[in-house]
């Protein structure tokens, strides 16, 4: 569930996992290897999710 601060703004969530995030060893590295997604507001969280808020004023 989005936080209701987020609710009005809310773009997307960049999701890279844990483990990926690790083993690529940076974010613009899992992003140039596919390992990030691009998920919506209905997207259940996982354990180990690293993710980054689309977000619009």
Known sequence: MIHTDFQKGFI???II??????ETGSVA????KGKAR?????????????????FNN
């Open 17 to 22: 996992s844990y483990e990926d995030l690790i």
């Open 12 to 14: 997307k969530a960049e």
């Open 29 to 32: 590295e899992a992003r140039a």
């Open 38 to 54: 691009m998920e919506g507001k209905d997207y259940v969280m996982q354990d180990g999710d690293v993710v980054e808020f689309r």
